[in-house]
């Protein structure tokens, strides 16, 4: 089983003619993804040769739904454009919104967020800056390496992108059901929490791996969902530990404000929860060895 995305899933590419959309299509074809098509409003009736596969450009998402029955879209859209290149997306009915782009001000993120909300909430939004979903030997909706790990009953939900290869990499003899990077910035679409219900629901997952980081109250807020509502075993990771006080690290929400948003403090909280939290991304992976090699 998977979460958000599965085998079935058929996926279109915004700015797919760009460089980055280019070179990611490539790769998400490589790995086995039902790459349909993608949009780009200049391009729009041409056909994109992709070693061997040939990609039609279409001018619109509703356009690309209609033609090829699509119900995820990626977003490489650069950040100037990509608040209007979301909205298209919701506003034609996309199921799975994957917004890859870094760089979006807060402001458009909340601006397109608000407006998923306002109109239904039939988008689910992942990220932005965000290295993507994928579900190892299913499908790959972004920039995560296909190559580092299989399938297996290991769900991942994580902050940061290189976190997450390091992570599926260091576990890859058990494999994962679904790995949802969910990106660092302060406004974000899907939460720690919206994964964790989902592994939580899925019947193919045995034993889930959170990451977050410093800044913001996030993973307090997971700890007490995990405390509530999830069963199944929790490894978690706090990136962070040695961060300065007032300093902005890697991701727009990643910042201490005097006692707030510490990773001690979210380690606490996790640990309140009965999640066991490793000190460093290795650690964490040997406490979910442990776990796995009793689950089975």
């Known amino acids: 089983m998977a979460i ?20 990611h ?8 993804t039902a790459i349909v098509g993608g949009v780009n409003p200049r391009k ?19 356009e690309a739904m209609t033609a090829t029955g699509a119900d995820v879209s990626v977003v490489f859209v650069p950040p100037a454009f990509a608040k209007a290149a979301v909205i298209e997306a919701i506003d034609a009915g996309i199921g799975l919104l994957v917004v890859i782009t870094e760089g ?19 988008t689910r939004i992942i990220g932005p800056n965000c290295p ?25 939900v994580s902050k940061s992108g290189t ?17 949802v990077g969910i990106g660092g910035d302060p406004v974000i679409g899907t939460t720690h929490i919206d994964a964790l219900r989902a592994f939580q ?3 193919e997952t ?29 490894v978690g990771y706090v990136a962070g530990f040695t961060a300065p006080e007032g300093k902005t690290m890697g991701h727009a929400g990643a910042i201490v404000s005097g006692s707030a948003g510490t990773a001690a403090a979210k380690q606490e909280a996790l640990e309140a929860a009965g999640v066991k939290v490793g000190r460093t991304p290795s650690e964490a992976a040997g406490l979910m060895r442990e776990i796995m090699a009793s689950v089975g």
């Open 44 to 62: 729009a009736g041409e056909k994109v040769e992709i070693d061997g596969v040939s990609v039609p450009v279409f001018g619109t998402v509703a």
């Open 25 to 32: 299509t490539k790769r998400m074809l490589a790995s086995g």
């Open 4 to 23: 958000f995305l599965t085998e079935q899933s058929r996926v279109i590419v915004q700015g797919m003619t760009g460089s980055e959309g280019m070179k």
């Open 104 to 122: 979006i001000p807060v402001h458009d993120t909340a601006a397109f967020w608000a407006h998923a909300v306002a109109t239904g909430n039939k």
């Open 163 to 179: 976190l997450t290869y390091q992570m599926m990499y260091e576990l890859r003899e058990f494999g994962f059901s679904s790995a």
């Open 206 to 234: 045995a034993a889930i791996v959170m990451i977050g980081e410093i800044g913001g109250d996030a993973e307090e807020r997971a700890a007490a969902y995990i405390r509530d509502h999830v069963t199944k075993p929790v």
């Open 132 to 156: 993507g979903v994928i579900s190892p030997g299913k499908s790959n909706a972004g920039i995560i390496p296909a190559d580092i790990c299989g399938p297996g009953r290991i769900g991942l």
């Open 201 to 203: 629901d899925d019947p």
